[in-house]
DNA sequence: TCACTGCTTGGGATCGATCCCAAGCAGTCT
DNA sequence: AGACTGCTTGGGATCGATCCCAAGCAGTGA
């Protein structure tokens, strides 16, 4: 498991409690009950006096108590969800997703009362030389490669649960800490049918944009897709080709072109979309984009290649996020209740926690069309 | 301190380890020898026999031990550190710089051995009351008012020390923090000298831009800043200014105009800048701004109007964020080190807490200008 | 040989909470 | 009156590590 010697724990000897915190025993003290007594009106346990559990909450209050987590966590195992995000810490933020994907989960713990801490890859210095080998072989690398190591979630006993975003090469990690005891919920599609995860409808989120757009008028479509090894993105292109197949015979609309972006960047969106414009004799005349980032780069490439949007280019994204207000047309999108994915999550989690769930649950929540200015 | 009866903890009753954990009791009955030897071994206590060391290590690998870190920290006083953000989660992580500071902080962290935890504001009901007040009065809010409860880092004891970013409305936590017993370092503009900080030279920074401008050519500048409450943005103006005034005898340059912002974001700037092309007969033609992304929000207002960058005006950010580099023309900036101060902070925080350092330090690192094309 | 020193090692107490078991007590039923 | 039930309450053990103290042991010098 491990190779060199075990890593020197920092020892905190240094003045940590200026002034000592009460405990249990001093609020016991000073009600006059035992430590039982006391631990019992913390933990609302019925029986207890109604005069009794008055004078040890005042005496609480008294001493400003607050009990001591570690020590709780200690007895009764550990009360902090992690939210793992196998990503670099410097791309997770910047992302719209992520941003409100971690401040769903972070709100939805709170009003558990469970603490939630986050997570993100290590720089792997393995990796970062393997990153270098890659480098020459041709592969595109611009620094040391990333990994979350699964120990760092196990090992330890700091944390009750784990939350872990799918994304491109999760590697079997929810299995790992899965076998190691961890409960775990995948956000996004599992690797693994043995652990549980929470999604939304993308499939179904890809046909309604699909559906909308012939159902406006388009008949040339293009899907412009996320990375090809996400599952999600590929869901959402399934559904959009699904549905503009069904309704071929009646409408004549067709797919013309279709295409996976590298990342859900506005970047990658642009340069496909005008990928997409030099590539075809004639432009399609609307476009299923793989997220609103994706969709503001195709927006970005239409309007400059002199085209009107939605008149001679419908655009719809996915995600219903920042971007799909601010750009200009506003974007009709595919909206994911991301909060709501968010707490489902959490409930999850915290349901097998405390053993009232089994693992291998699937929960999908719904996606909504949301007309804007960028079809018609 | 508190109102209403204590919140009922989680018990957490369900199968929560369904393969126990090897203890450092079953490495020491593995090894032979007693429950000290292997903490001693553990610990790297230097007065283990060679021997004996080794069979205590082969014995713990077996096991694929590895330590409780909440017992640990029950005895030893907390080891995780917590980077407390006083903003609403939403809004922190699409920005650029705490994006970087998140990164930099919990790598810093990282490499210390020590494990960073991230609170970020709560939404707090009594606020969202006292902003529909103030909505009332005609200030904007768009939602519930947020703020971070000191109580959430100091009670729980599961902290053994904090870094607050300073931001707008830092409202005395650092101080409060303090006098809680909870070692504190400010990230930013402490608002109190009792209280270790760490930051960059904004003043220098600012006078490093208008220097720019003015060397270059520019005679004509505006300074755009960033949120006047924020004392950051206030020092990087207000070095700008005196930079200018300085070089106004030799070289005539003049500060034509001066606005802050309300957020460190591209739309601020982008509003900022059609305000000042509106107000002003004559265009600047140099314009100090106080982020990259208001940096970036003037090249779009600028370029809009139909002026060149940087041949009709000259354009520099500050932060040297991501958006400096793609916004076209990339952006010349002040460039901050914020890997290097979040290191700094975690440094100073940890030392503090074991007691090597003592409260009021400040340490400012150097900014640095990086010259692209968006000044000549 | 004895005392002294220094290096190893083991056992018990401890951190602050929870949990289990049993004792105390009042009320009820036979 | 005695047994039984159910509600309160207190004490001890426990979680898994660290820390302190003292014991064992070998080596040194007188």
Same mark, same amino acid.
């Given at each position: 498991?491990?190779?060199?010697?075990?890593?020197?724990?920092?020892?905190?000897?240094?003045?940590?409690?200026?002034?000592?915190?009460?405990?249990?025993?001093?609020?016991?003290?000073? %009600?006059g009950v035992s430590r039982s007594t006391a631990s019992r009106v913390l933990n609302d346990h019925p029986s207890v006096r109604a005069e009794v559990r008055q004078r040890v909450t005042t005496a609480m209050a008294d001493l400003s108590y607050a009990p001591d987590e570690v020590a709780r966590s200690l007895r009764t195992g550990a009360n902090v969800i992690v939210l793992a995000i196998p990503r670099p810490p410097r791309n997770v933020f910047a992302d719209a997703y992520f941003s409100s994907l971690v401040a769903g989960v972070v709100e939805a713990g709170a009003a558990l009362g469970r603490t939630v801490a986050i997570v993100?890859?290590?720089?792997?210095?393995?990796g970062a030389n393997s990153a270098r080998v890659d480098d020459a072989r041709g592969r595109e690398h611009s620094g040391p490669s990333f990994r979350l190591r699964p120990d760092r979630l196990t090992s330890g006993g700091l944390f009750a649960g784990a939350i872990v975003t799918a994304s491109v090469g999760l590697d079997g990690l929810p299995a790992q800490l899965s076998a190691a005891g961890l409960p775990v919920v995948v956000i996004g599609d599992p690797d693994d049918d043995a652990v549980c995860s929470v999604d939304v409808d993308n499939e179904r989120g890809g046909a309604m944009a699909a559906g909308h757009l012939v159902a406006t008028g388009c008949r040339?479509?293009?899907?412009?897709?996320?990375?090809?090894?996400?599952?999600?993105?590929?869901?959402?292109?399934?559904?959009?080709?699904?549905?503009?197949? %069904?309704?071929?015979?009646?409408?004549?609309?067709?797919?013309?072109?279709?295409?996976?972006?590298?990342?859900?960047?506005?970047? %990658?969106?642009?340069?496909?979309m005008r990928e997409c414009l030099a590539d075809l004799p004639t432009a399609p005349d609307g476009i299923v984009a793989g997220s609103d980032a994706i969709a503001a780069g195709v927006v970005d490439a239409v309007t400059g290649a002199g085209l009107r949007i939605p008149q001679d280019v419908a655009v719809i994204g996915f995600d219903d996020l920042s971007p799909a207000r601010?750009?200009?047309?506003?974007l009709t999108t595919v909206a994911q209740p991301i909060t709501e994915v968010a707490a489902h999550a959490?409930?999850?989690?915290?349901?097998?926690?405390?053993?009232r769930a089994q693992p291998g649950l699937r929960q999908v929540s719904k996606v909504d069309l949301v007309v804007r200015d960028s079809t018609s």
């Amino acid at each position: 498991m491990r190779a060199g010697p075990w890593p020197r724990p920092r020892s905190v000897t240094g003045p940590n409690t200026p002034a000592r915190r009460a405990t249990l025993k001093d609020v016991a003290r000073r %009600a006059g009950v035992s430590r039982s007594t006391a631990s019992r009106v913390l933990n609302d346990h019925p029986s207890v006096r109604a005069e009794v559990r008055q004078r040890v909450t005042t005496a609480m209050a008294d001493l400003s108590y607050a009990p001591d987590e570690v020590a709780r966590s200690l007895r009764t195992g550990a009360n902090v969800i992690v939210l793992a995000i196998p990503r670099p810490p410097r791309n997770v933020f910047a992302d719209a997703y992520f941003s409100s994907l971690v401040a769903g989960v972070v709100e939805a713990g709170a009003a558990l009362g469970r603490t939630v801490a986050i997570v993100l890859s290590d720089v792997d210095p393995a990796g970062a030389n393997s990153a270098r080998v890659d480098d020459a072989r041709g592969r595109e690398h611009s620094g040391p490669s990333f990994r979350l190591r699964p120990d760092r979630l196990t090992s330890g006993g700091l944390f009750a649960g784990a939350i872990v975003t799918a994304s491109v090469g999760l590697d079997g990690l929810p299995a790992q800490l899965s076998a190691a005891g961890l409960p775990v919920v995948v956000i996004g599609d599992p690797d693994d049918d043995a652990v549980c995860s929470v999604d939304v409808d993308n499939e179904r989120g890809g046909a309604m944009a699909a559906g909308h757009l012939v159902a406006t008028g388009c008949r040339r479509l293009a899907l412009l897709g996320g990375p090809e090894a996400n599952a999600s993105a590929r869901s959402r292109q399934r559904g959009a080709r699904i549905e503009v197949e %069904a309704s071929t015979t009646t409408t004549g609309a067709e797919v013309v072109w279709h295409a996976h972006a590298d990342e859900f960047e506005v970047a %990658a969106g642009r340069d496909l979309m005008r990928e997409c414009l030099a590539d075809l004799p004639t432009a399609p005349d609307g476009i299923v984009a793989g997220s609103d980032a994706i969709a503001a780069g195709v927006v970005d490439a239409v309007t400059g290649a002199g085209l009107r949007i939605p008149q001679d280019v419908a655009v719809i994204g996915f995600d219903d996020l920042s971007p799909a207000r601010t750009t200009r047309p506003s974007l009709t999108t595919v909206a994911q209740p991301i909060t709501e994915v968010a707490a489902h999550a959490v409930a999850r989690l915290v349901a097998l926690v405390e053993g009232r769930a089994q693992p291998g649950l699937r929960q999908v929540s719904k996606v909504d069309l949301v007309v804007r200015d960028s079809t018609s």
